[in-house]
């Protein structure tokens, strides 16, 4: 920054400024990151909830992602991010489909979808979204639920679990 850009006591913000070396300390590295899906087909039973299986990622900058949870590194807490999304064909109308987001294996979230205006032999959809501040070896997991008859798949191509920290 040229000298004649400072301003007593200031900096004017309506000036332009080249950098031309590297700037530091601004932004966040967003790590650790991790996006994870399934493959091969899950089984839901009916009545009871299940945890998500998740046995491919995307990415896992932390490798941090192990045994189905995401599990908070050490010196690494902070407020994270989280994101998942889970399908289930073959439902009838009037139908429950839900999600329970488990952190350190307690139940924080619950997310529900009761099938009354889908036709029979649709997908229903359950997603969250959801902040979070955790700490050094705190951890998240996935669990979903269904009551419609026997035992069902969860869609594999449209289920998936990400997070990200956003910052200390």
Same mark, same amino acid.
């Given at each position: 920054?040229?000298?004649?850009?400072?301003?007593?006591?200031?900096?004017?913000?309506?000036?332009?400024?080249?950098?031309?070396?590297?700037?530091?300390?601004?932004?966040?590295?967003?790590?650790?990151?991790?996006?994870?899906?399934?493959?091969?087909?899950?089984?839901?039973?009916?009545?009871?909830?299940?945890?998500?299986?998740?046995?491919?990622?995307?990415?896992?900058?932390?490798?941090?992602?192990?045994?189905?949870?995401?599990?908070?590194?050490?010196?690494?807490?902070?407020?994270?991010?989280?994101?998942?999304?889970?399908?289930?064909?073959?439902?009838?109308?009037?139908?429950? +489909?839900?999600?329970?987001?488990?952190?350190?294996?307690?139940?924080?979230?619950?997310?529900?979808?009761?099938?009354?205006?889908?036709?029979?032999?649709?997908?229903?959809?359950?997603?969250?979204?959801?902040?979070?501040?955790?700490?050094?070896?705190?951890?998240?997991?996935?669990?979903?639920?269904?009551?419609?008859?026997?035992?069902?798949?969860?869609?594999?191509?449209?289920?998936?679990?990400?997070? +990200?920290?956003?910052?200390?």
């Amino acid at each position: 920054m040229a000298i004649d850009k400072i301003q007593s006591e200031s900096i004017n913000l309506a000036d332009t400024f080249a950098f031309t070396g590297t700037v530091t300390g601004a932004g966040e590295s967003n790590t650790p990151a991790f996006a994870v899906y399934n493959t091969s087909s899950q089984s839901i039973s009916t009545g009871s909830y299940t945890k998500l299986s998740f046995n491919s990622e995307f990415y896992d900058t932390d490798n941090a992602f192990a045994s189905n949870k995401f599990t908070v590194p050490s010196g690494q807490g902070g407020k994270y991010f989280f994101s998942f999304a889970s399908a289930i064909s073959n439902i009838a109308d009037g139908n429950e +489909f839900s999600a329970l987001i488990y952190k350190n294996n307690s139940n924080i979230d619950y997310s529900k979808v009761q099938n009354y205006s889908v036709e029979n032999n649709k997908s229903v959809w359950v997603n969250n979204t959801f902040p979070m501040l955790l700490s050094a070896s705190d951890y998240i997991e996935v669990f979903v639920y269904h009551n419609y008859g026997s035992s069902r798949d969860v869609r594999i191509e449209n289920t998936f679990f990400t997070g +990200f920290k956003v910052s200390s």
